[in-house]
C-alpha cells in the first residue's frame, strides 16, 4: 500500500508539486484525445480517410497499453521525477513533430512513441501525488491529481478543437508543444526527489493479474467498457456531421458538455464510492450504456446530441474514477504495478476501440461504430453483474483474505 511519509519541504511546495501533477495529467490526456476532435480536418490535410486518421488514437493506446508494464519495471530504480521529466520532453518534442510532419505516417510513428510515455504516466502519476503529501492527505492528493482528467475533457479537448477551427489542427499541436514545456519546467523548479518506490520486475508485473482473481475481474470490465466507449466516442465529430449537420462550433459546444458532464460524474462518484464502489461502477455503467442508446435514437437531432452527451460524460467521469478505485483496493499493496497492468488494459482497450470502430465506421457508417459501443459496454455490464457473488464467495489467497472487498474500501488507500 502507498503510505506517503512526512517531506522536509513546505506544505506550499508539497501542495504546488500535487498541482503540477495534475498539470502534467492535463497535458497527457488532452495530447492523447486532441485528434478526437480533429479527426476530419487532420484526414483531410494529410489526404486519409476519417477511419484510417483515427489510427492517430489507435496507435498511441496500443504502445502506452503494451509497452507500461516493461518501462515500469524497467525504470523500477530510476527517481520519479527525472522519469516524469523525460516524459514531458518526449510529449514536448512529439508535439512539435507532429505539428510539422508533411505526412501520416510521420503522424502516426510520432504518436507511437509518444504513447509509451503516456502509458508510464498513468503508471506512476498518480502514485507521485499521494508521496508528495503527508500520509493523512494522500486521499486528498490522489482526487485532486486525478481531476486532470475532468479539466482535460472540459477545457482542454474543447480548446483544442475550438483553436483547430481559429487556426489549423498543426498550430493546435504546436500549442501543446509549448505547454509540455512549460509543465516539464515546473516539475523541475517543483516536484522534489521521489526516489522510486515498491520496485517490481517484468515477471512479478504480469503475474500480478493471475495470482489475484479480484484484479483480473475488474481488467476484464475495464477493458470492455473502455473499448465501447472508444469504439463510439472517437467518431463522435463525424457522427454529429453526418446526421445533425454539427458545425465545428456546435462540436465544441459538445465537447465542452461532455467535459462538464465528466467533471460532474466525478464529483458524484467521488462521494458514492466511499458508500458502494461496486454499486457505483454498476451504475455508471449502465448510464454509459444509455447515453450510447439515447444517441442512436435522438443522434440525429442537436438536442437529442446534447443530451446523450452530457450523459455520456457524468457516467464516463464516475466509471473512470471506480475503476481506479477497484484497481488500488484489489492490489493496495503493489500500486505502481497494478497500475501498470491496470493502463495495458486501458490503453490497449482505447487502441482497439479506436481501430475497431474506424473498421466499422468507414465500411458499415459511423452509426455502426456507436452500435459496437453498445455491445462492448453491455458485455462489460453483464460481466460485473455475473461475477460479484463469484468473487464474494471464491476461495483466495492469503494477502486476499485480508484486503477488504472493494465496496467496503475508502475511494482510495490511506496510510
Not at 301 to 306: E, F, K, N, V
Not at 333 to 342: G, P, Y
Not at 358 to 365: E, Q
Not at 389 to 412: M, S, V
Request: aromatic share 8%.
Amino acid at each position: 500500500m502507498v503510505t506517503p511519509e512526512e517531506h522536509p519541504h513546505t506544505p506550499l511546495r508539497s501542495w504546488l508539486g500535487v498541482a503540477v501533477i495534475t498539470a502534467s495529467l492535463f497535458t497527457f490526456v488532452t495530447t492523447e484525445l486532441m485528434p478526437v476532435g480533429l479527426l476530419t480536418p487532420v484526414g483531410r490535410n494529410l489526404g486519409v480517410p476519417v477511419g484510417v486518421a483515427g489510427l492517430m488514437v489507435t496507435l498511441y493506446g496500443l504502445s502506452a497499453g503494451l509497452g507500461v508494464p516493461f518501462i515500469t519495471a524497467w525504470t523500477r530504480r530510476v527517481n520519479r521525477r527525472v522519469l516524469l521529466s523525460v516524459l514531458l520532453a518526449i510529449l514536448a518534442v512529439g508535439n512539435l513533430v507532429t505539428s510539422v510532419a508533411p505526412n501520416f505516417p510521420l503522424v502516426l510513428a510520432t504518436r507511437l512513441v509518444m504513447g509509451f510515455a503516456n502509458g508510464v504516466f498513468w503508471a506512476i502519476g498518480v502514485s507521485m501525488a499521494m508521496r508528495l503529501v503527508p500520509g493523512r492527505h494522500a486521499s486528498r492528493a490522489a482526487a485532486i491529481a486525478l481531476s486532470g482528467i475532468s479539466i482535460a475533457t472540459v477545457a482542454g479537448i474543447p480548446l483544442g478543437t475550438f483553436l483547430e477551427s481559429l487556426t489549423s489542427w498543426r498550430t493546435t499541436f504546436l500549442i501543446w508543444s509549448g505547454l509540455s514545456a512549460l509543465v516539464f519546467v515546473a516539475v523541475a523548479l517543483v516536484i522534489p526527489s521521489l526516489p522510486s518506490q515498491n520496485a517490481v520486475s517484468v515477471r512479478e508485473v504480469f503475474e500480478l493479474p493471475v495470482k489475484n482473481v479480484r484484479l483480473r475481474l475488474v481488467i476484464i470490465a475495464v477493458a470492455l467498457y473502455v473499448l465501447g466507449h472508444f469504439a463510439a466516442y472517437t467518431f463522435i465529430r463525424p457522427f454529429a456531421e453526418h446526421y445533425a449537420g454539427a458545425s465545428p462550433d456546435f462540436i465544441t459546444v459538445l465537447l465542452v458538455i461532455y467535459g462538464a458532464g465528466g467533471a460532474c460524474g466525478n464529483f458524484i462518484a467521488g462521494w458514492a464510492v466511499a458508500k458502494n464502489l461496486r454499486a457505483t461502477f454498476v451504475t455508471a455503467c449502465s448510464g454509459l450504456l444509455a447515453s450510447l442508446l439515447v444517441l442512436q435514437a435522438t443522434g440525429h437531432t442537436r438536442a437529442g446530441l446534447i443530451v446523450s452527451v452530457a450523459l455520456w460524460g457524468v457516467s464516463f467521469g464516475a466509471v473512470n474514477l471506480c475503476q481506479i478505485n477497484l484497481t488500488l483496493s484489489a492490489a493496495p499493496d503493489t500500486f505502481e504495478a497494478a497500475m501498470s497492468i491496470n493502463t495495458l488494459g486501458y490503453n490497449t482497450s482505447i487502441a482497439l476501440g479506436a481501430f475497431f470502430g474506424g473498421l466499422f465506421a468507414d465500411n458499415f457508417g459511423v452509426r455502426s461504430a456507436v452500435w459496437l459501443g453498445v455491445a462492448l459496454t453491455a458485455a462489460s455490464l453483464v460481466i460485473t453483474l455475473g461475477t460479484t457473488r463469484r468473487t464474494r464467495t471464491t476461495p483466495t489467497t492469503t494477502t486476499e483474505q485480508n484486503t477488504p472487498t472493494p465496496a467496503e474500501e475508502p475511494a482510495y488507500p490511506s496510510s
